[in-house]
């Protein structure tokens, strides 16, 4: 079983609307849980990050983890079409997703 | 500004030879990473380093080789053992290793032709 999982989509929702990008994990130790944004033949940009459980948002972006279900997740909303990109799921520095192709139609 | 830069953006590398990737830093990191990304597999680490003269392989450092002589860099050379070289090779940098937030270089296109 892989550290992460991630459904690869891809994802495509008309702007405005909320979007739910998610990942599971195996190991119920893990603690610290990031975001990241990938723009094509770009380095991933750091969207956001929680340590252990619970909710954080930031401006129209909310990070959540359920560690309970090993589930982590990210919701956009108001969704831009400058939001179109690929979002990886990681943990700590180690562990990443496949990422999920997301494009947000005008 | 402070930030990773990677160099070369394009490289291609004839079969059988080695190329060194270069990654420089400018946050006053410890750490330091290497990472390998192929459609659809995501990121994959290749080598990390917590601390200066000292690094660590990760799940495929099979035919790469690093070093860490000093804080503010860390290149990776591609071997002729590599098999499979062609990718896109991204650097990263965070403060220490584990629970803390990497950031990234602009990434390095490698192909063997």
């Known amino acids: 079983q892989k550290e992460v999982e991630q459904d690869p989509g891809p994802l495509s929702v008309p702007e405005g609307a909320i979007v739910s990008l998610n990942c599971t994990y195996s190991?119920?130790?893990?603690?610290?849980f990031m975001w990241y944004r990938q723009y094509s033949r770009k380095g991933p940009e750091l969207l956001m990050y929680?340590?252990?459980?619970g909710n954080k948002e930031d401006g129209r972006f909310t990070a959540q983890v359920d560690k309970s279900s090993k589930y982590i997740s990210l919701f956009i909303r108001d969704s831009q079409p400058s939001d179109s990109a690929t979002y990886l799921c990681a943990i700590n520095q180690f562990y990443f997703g496949t990422g999920t192709s997301l494009t947000v139609i005008p | 500004d402070g930030g990773i830069t990677q160099s070369p953006k394009y490289l291609f590398r004839k079969e059988g030879q080695n190329v060194t990737l270069s990654c420089e830093q400018n946050?006053?990191?410890?750490?330091m990473y290497w990472y390998r990304q192929d459609p659809g597999q995501g990121l994959r680490l290749i080598y990390y380093s917590q601390i200066v003269n000292d690094f660590q392989k990760g799940d495929i450092a099979e035919g790469y080789s690093v070093s860490r002589e000093k804080k503010e860099s860390f290149p990776l050379t591609v071997t002729s053992a590599q098999k499979n070289p062609t990718a896109f090779y991204l650097c990263?940098?965070?403060?220490?290793?584990?629970?803390?937030?990497?950031?990234f270089g602009q990434g390095t296109r490698l192909t063997v032709v």
């Open positions: 990263a940098s965070s403060v220490g290793v584990r629970n803390t937030e990497a950031f």
């Open positions: 190991n119920s130790a893990f603690q610290y």
């Open positions: 929680t340590y252990s459980s």
């Open positions: 946050l006053n990191h410890d750490a």
